[in-house]
């Protein structure tokens, strides 16, 4: 591997890495700890692994007992490993044979391996320019739980797997569905060596290939080299050999393993999250929200009663002044719901009635809605994360939505234009009134005295005082009926206008404790989805 090359897969990898990572962090708090635990643990045996010997190729010899691993290991490594492995009775513990000393020692440490030996360079095998490490390790179904777990450890570890099978076993289901099938992804860095075909007929080595060939193709390992081998014999040990050398000459080994183990880790992600993307937020739901937030939070009344005061406030300032004294009776329904100040902004609370369980459940079902709306079409977890965030201030939305009113400018001390003109031509038809009132009583005081009265103007034969009179009763009826149809009209504009203004913050609320969370939620499932496809891509 040349140097360009190895900088373009060193960077392709970091990518992946970084990738993995992100959906890891991305994944926190929705999806099943295993998952991301596992995911967390392959993170951390790269950034291990990467930061050892990078010249040394890892290969594990695995298999059961009798499998005939050991003596394979022995006839691969040479005369010297086999002597020294002749020394122990079983393969209890993990033995390493080492070509290239510099740098195994830091490596041998992290795979806990202190049976080493240094091996002598095998021609047309290794030397001391190779950089590679055997390890014979223990049986994978060794009765003693210790050995089980070292192997275990050393399956998500090494570099290369071996899978050493005999002609009797080769199909045994332990080994299949414990290891090879869930390693499906790493065909690319395992080798399965049929050993022992010294025991089996000359006729019936091809057919018994042939079936192991069916049998790892049916769990994704088609693409697996299959090599038959005797250590007793020698038949195969060179072809095992020259397989193990092509992978540590190339040095390609433990990137194409780490690379394996994102892919796997990011298949595993994507099982326990799910394919799918959310639907997310249409303007349609959103708005849809916003209302009925808006009358669950009783916006319909506070609309009633902006009118309703618009209009008594007119009466105050526009009826008939002998009568609208009367109107400071009744009480101002903004005043009520303690809505009428100069600075809403100020208030901390309505005086609307306090959301009771029929408002509670309106306001949870759109909250329901809303969410289930968003979160359609995303995987399981993800939809429950998103109606999750939904209603997680589900306690503190109703208090909100109050301040949200409380704190909406209703425009209600704000004055009509019209209120200052109605209210002078309506003391302007009272004084002329009282002045044809007092004309008319000072001249039935003079008779009354029998004193000479003087003669009245008359205007087509009307008096004057009788006109004054009736023009002022007239007018000022007038315009306080006038007034009212004014007032009406003006109440309703200013109705929907305070309408217009809560709905808007209602809608706010709702944006900061409802909408701005299943955005979020929406978002983090899609950058999930995004850095589990790049961390899955090969």
Known sequence: MNRHSGARESSRLDTRLQALQDARELGEGVLPDQALQEAFAVLERASSRRSLSGDHTVVGFFGATGSGKSSLFNAVSGAEIATAAARRPTTSEPLAGVWGAAGSEALLDWL???????????????????????????????????????????????????????????????????????????????????????????????????????ILDGEGLGQVRVLASSALTGAGIAEVRAAIRKVAVQRQAQSRRLEADISKAAEDLLHAS??????????????????????????PAVVRAVGQSYRLESVRRTGWPVTRWLSRFRVDPLRRLNLRSS??????????????????????AAVREFADAASAGA?????????????????????????????????????????????????????????????????????????????????????????????????????????????????????????????????????????????????RLAAFNKALKKAGQA
């Open 274 to 299: 799910g394919d799918g993307d959310a639907a997310g937020i249409r303007s349609a739901a959103r708005t849809q929200l916003a209302e009925e937030l808006a009358v669950a939070a009783n916006v």
């Open 112 to 214: 806990e391996v202190g049976n080493r030996h240094h091996a002598q360079p095998v021609e047309g095998f290794a030397d001391e320019r190779t950089g590679l490490i055997l390890l014979d390790l223990p049986d994978f179904d060794s009765t003693r739980a210790a050995n089980r777990e070292i192997v275990q450890r050393m399956v998500g570890m090494v570099d290369v797997l071996v899978w050493v099978l005999d002609p009797q076993k080769y199909a045994d289901a332990a080994l299949h569905n414990g290891f090879l099938a869930p390693l499906a992804s790493h065909g690319a860095v395992t080798l399965v060596v049929l050993n022992q075909v010294d025991r089996l007929p000359a006729h019936d080595v091809q057919p018994v290939l042939d079936s192991l060939h069916a």
């Open 343 to 364: 600075s809403p902004a100020s208030l901390n609370r309505t005086s609307l009635p306090t959301a009771g369980a029929p408002d509670r459940a309106r306001t949870d």
């Open 379 to 523: 995987p399981g977890p993800w939809r429950a994360a998103i109606r999750g965030a939904a209603r997680a201030y589900r306690e503190r939305l109703p208090d909100a939505l109050d301040q949200a009113i409380a704190g909406t400018d209703l425009a209600a001390d704000r004055k009509a234009w019209w209120w200052g003109a109605f209210n002078a031509v309506q003391w302007l038809a009272l004084l002329i009134l009282v002045g044809g009132l007092g004309w008319l009583g000072v001249l039935a005081g003079l008779g009354y005295l029998q004193l000479p009265v003087p003669e009245v103007p008359r205007v087509e034969g009307w008096p004057v005082p009788t006109l004054m009179i009736a023009f002022g009763l007239v007018l000022g009826i007038f315009l306080a009926i006038t007034g009212r149809f004014i007032a009406a009209a003006a109440a309703r504009a200013r109705a929907a206008r305070a309408r217009r203004r809560l709905n808007s913050a209602v809608a706010a609320a709702a944006q900061e404790l409802v909408v701005e969370p299943v955005e979020a939620e929406i978002g």
